[in-house]
Every structure is written in C-alpha cells, then in structure tokens.
C-alpha cells in the first residue's frame, strides 16, 4: 500500500512564476492537508480538503495561494507570482478522516524561489 | 488558539543512554489528541506516537513512551536505548478532537536530538 505521493520533489521557480504541487493521498484516504515548514521551523497548517471540498483554509495566504482536490486526480496546492519568502518544504498529509484517524505525511516538495 | 511549545531547541545523548524531549501545550478544550513525529535528514515526517487526551495510560511504542499530565499540559516523550538511527528533529502536534474527524495540526517548533556514539 503505497503512502503519501506527492511530485515534484524539487522545484525551483523564479519570482513571478507559478508553482504547483501535488499530492496523492494513501489509498483510502479522502481527506488531505497541506502544511508549510520554513527553515529551522516547525510545519504550519495551511488548508484541509476533503473531495471537491475545501474545509479550512485558515492557515491559507489570502493572495497568490489556493488548493484543490479534485474527485478525479491528486490534490493541487498552487502559487501564484511566487516570491523568495515562499520558498519552504510543503507537505502534505492524508487521512481516512474518522475522528481518531492519525495524519500520514508524504515526502515534501523543496520549493526554491530564485 | 491551540498552541505548543519545545524549549529544547537541541539535546543530545550517549548511545544506549534514555532521553526525554519535553512539550508543554496549552488549549481550552478537554478532547484533543497529542502526537511526537520524527523528521530525520531525508526530511520525511515519521509518526513517532500518539496519545488520546481521554486515556489515562501512557502510550508506549517499543522504546518510545510518552508522560502525558493532563492537568500539566505536558507532553513528554522518552526514548530508551538511544540508537543511532533516532538521530533527528523531533515535533510534539497537537490535533483537537470531535470535529468529525479532521483537523490541522498544529506544531511546536521542534528538538534536534543529537546520538553521540
């Protein structure tokens, strides 16, 4: 059972480029977080999606920044005119979505604004 | 706001030897759940343990055991028989509970525990 997906694992954009990520939750799955770790930080909630639904997207930036996750196809965390502070490690993680189901991580994106 | 807190920014132990990472949390709900997950060099975000605010037992993962007071808002976790592959960061979460089963989590800012050989 494969775990969390999520491609590229490395990106590098220039300022005012779109960056896009995805992610494909583990099997079963059908809820999805994105979160952002900053160097020598500690990760950040950004958005919670369930199928076609966006859930909670407190911890979203107002501008430039917006997620999906499609009834077909893999979640979509997208960046607009990125700029050098949006450069981090986001992840993303899945979970079956029960009250006690624990969140599964993937690998990351190393996103690196130039 | 949920909010946690690791005041050890670094620590560090001889091979063999126990260590404790401490996490303090603060929150006004009485459901929630706690976890420690371990982010190792690759970077990927391992799920150490995970402990029900509703449980009074400590959970307890192999050499892994947390001290969990409630009352305390503490969060502790212990490793036993350090080895070298437990050489990481580790972060203490905090998730609430009975919102239908999900929520963000939110992350203190992590311990580097270093394995000394």
């Known amino acids: 059972n494969a775990g969390v997906m999520q491609n590229p694992r490395h990106l590098v954009r220039r300022r005012g480029q779109e960056a896009r990520l995805r992610c494909s939750p583990m099997?079963?799955?059908?809820?999805v977080y994105w979160y952002r770790q900053l160097p020598e930080e500690g990760l950040k909630f950004m958005v919670y999606?369930?199928?076609?639904?966006?859930?909670?997207e407190s911890g979203m930036p107002k501008e430039r920044f917006s997620a999906e996750f499609p009834k077909e196809g893999p979640s979509i965390l997208r960046i607009q005119q990125v700029v050098r502070g949006d450069s981090a490690a986001y992840f993303c993680a899945s979970s079956l979505g029960t009250d006690q189901e624990t969140q599964y991580f993937g690998p990351g994106t190393r996103l690196l604004v130039l | 706001a949920q909010t946690v807190t690791q005041s050890q920014p670094e620590m560090s132990v001889q091979e063999a030897e126990t260590v404790t990472l401490s996490c303090t949390y603060d929150t006004s709900e009485s459901d929630y759940y706690l976890f420690w997950y371990k982010q190792p060099p690759s970077r990927q975000m391992i799920l150490v343990i995970r402990?029900?605010?509703?449980?009074?037992q400590n959970a307890t993962e192999n050499r892994f055991s947390v001290n969990f007071q409630k009352a305390a808002k503490s969060f502790s976790l212990k490793i036993s028989d350090s080895q070298l592959g437990d050489a990481a960061m580790y972060f203490c979460a905090y998730r609430s509970a009975g919102r239908g089963g999900a929520d963000g989590l939110t992350f203190g800012k992590g311990t580097h525990l270093i394995i000394q050989p």
């Open positions: 999606l369930q199928k076609e639904n966006i859930i909670d």
């Open positions: 099997k079963g799955h059908s809820h």
């Open positions: 402990q029900e605010a509703y449980k009074q």
